[in-house]
């Protein structure tokens, strides 16, 4: 076992990735998801279980973290249970990877599991509309303010101020699907077109059924880890590079600008912190709830000018995105965030289960991004990832 050493800030490396089973699982509890994804990952990793001295845990439970570890068997010294909604797992990896870094940790397992679909099913509770009428949205919710409505109208408003199109929006969900045809592990494979999406129920305008992400079940876990415990595990590292978080609003009306997201200071602090520009990211991972999420977070990362959103998904040499297929078609279990990191490090080892990125020699890509937002555009994390 490699010798630990606290006199620096050390590297951090993402050394174990893994899904649940996903999709349809109508006979498994939410903690049963998180411990199988739990397993898979330390076995990816190679690494015994005793290394684990952090739990990240959001979503489950009164004492989320607490009743986590004690259902996986953990009695962890660190822990996190920050919860900003489809944000939580970016901001969480910054957290133990701060923590790592500063010797507080030393290896720091993110886990999540969730039985959304499986839940509404069988009646356990019902979709959920809205966040509940407390606290400021006391203020929203009496005018029928719902969750989606909220993004629909900041998707109005870019096509407002910028001319995106329908049609340009509904290519996001095409080209989500196209990636989930080449997923086996993706929930929905079967190819939509641009009409199809346009042309479906409307849920709240300008989104249709396909705008809109898919509920599924599922978990997923990520195993990070000091530079000293590599040596050890069962396959090459993928390093945290730089990390980003912030907080934007939750009441619509304390939002300065429905086009821009949180992701426009997240990105422009992990890419600073990693050291790299937008231009030498070879594959992103962007959380997609809605298709107007994926277009405005990748115009506030960098990878084009704001307004040009629209203009970058028609373009067909562009940058990798959603290589499983998304929220939009693969898996959505709740809080997909984690679900980013995973794809995100699977694509730099080489080991995506689909559509698998290569430079144009064959190389593996060096560099990805995973951006998870939570609420309603109120907060983001994005974490940059490197093989170097």
Known sequence: MATITRDRRRRVAVVGVSLSDCGRVDEATPYALHAQAARRALADSGLDRSVIDGLASAGLGTLAPVE??????????????????????????????????????????????????????????????????RGPLQFEVPYGHSLIAKYAMAARRHMHEYGTTLEQLAEIAVQARANAALNPEAMFREPVTVDEVLGGPMIADPFTKLHCCIRSDGGCAVLLAAEEYVPDTAKAPVWMLGTGEHVSHTTMSEWEDFTVSPAAVSGRLAFERAGVRPEEIEVAEIYDAFTYMTLVTLEDL???????????????????????????????????????????????????????????????????????????????????????
């Open 68 to 133: 986590v570890a004690e259902y996986l068997g953990l009695r962890p010294r660190w822990v996190d249970s920050t919860a900003v909604g489809g944000a939580t797992w970016e901001v969480m990896a910054a957290h133990a990877a701060d923590a790592i870094a500063a010797g507080h940790a030393d290896a720091v397992l993110l886990v999540y599991g969730s039985t959304a679909r499986a839940d509404i099913k069988a009646r356990r509770r019902t979709g959920n509309l809205s966040f509940g009428a």
């Open 302 to 388: 960098g990878f084009c000018a704001k307004g040009e959103g629209g203009a970058f998904f028609m373009e067909k040499d562009r940058l990798p995105v959603n290589t499983d297929g998304g929220g939009l078609s693969a898996c959505h279990p709740g809080m997909r965030g984690l679900f980013l990191l995973v794809e995100a490090v699977r694509q730099l080892r080489g080991e995506a289960p689909g559509l698998q990125v290569r430079r144009p020699d064959g190389s593996l890509p060096e560099l990805a991004v995973a951006s998870g937002t939570g609420g309603w555009f109120c907060s983001s994390g994005t974490v940059v990832l490197g093989r170097g």
